[in-house]
Nanobody, 124 residues
Framework: VQLVESGGGVVQSGGPLRLSCEAS????????IVWFRQAPGKAGEGVAC??????YYSASVKGRFTIFKDNAKNTVYLQMNSLKPDDTGVYYC????????????????????WGQGTQVNVSS
């Protein structure tokens, strides 16, 4: 049972990037999935979550990032557009069965299963 992130890299400010979070050993659609990020010197931040068909976004990414599932591939994606240097960090996906409360999705303690992270660097 694991989550594996991919898709990170270096991108210029204003550019797009798509991250993937592939699940193995369980059916991802049965779970709430969140993307967190950790930037150097900053507190970790929940940026997007999908739970029971609902999606949630932090104010810092709303309108620029989209979280969506491909159940056939057992994968959750984070489409990131109009990237900014402040979006730089390590992005982690995490899962919790079967959902998380809408008021708690930004709390990393709500999620038991974590991926290893993928680095995103946005250059100015």
């Amino acid at each position: 049972v694991q989550l594996v992130e991919s898709g990170g890299g270096v991108v210029q400010s204003g550019g797009p990037l798509r991250l993937s979070c592939e699940a193995s050993g369980f059916t991802l659609d049965d779970y709430a999935i969140v993307w967190f990020r950790q930037a150097p010197g900053k507190a970790g931040e929940g940026v997007a979550c999908v739970s029971e068909g609902n999606t949630y976004y932090s104010a810092s990414v709303k309108g620029r990032f989209t979280i969506f599932k491909d159940n056939a591939k057992n994968t959750v994606y984070l489409q990131m557009n109009s990237l900014k240097p402040d979006d730089t960090g390590v992005y982690y996906c995490a899962a919790e069965f079967p959902f998380v409360p809408s008021t708690a999705w930004t709390d990393p303690h709500e999620f038991d299963l974590w991926g290893q992270g993928t680095q995103v660097n946005v250059s100015s």
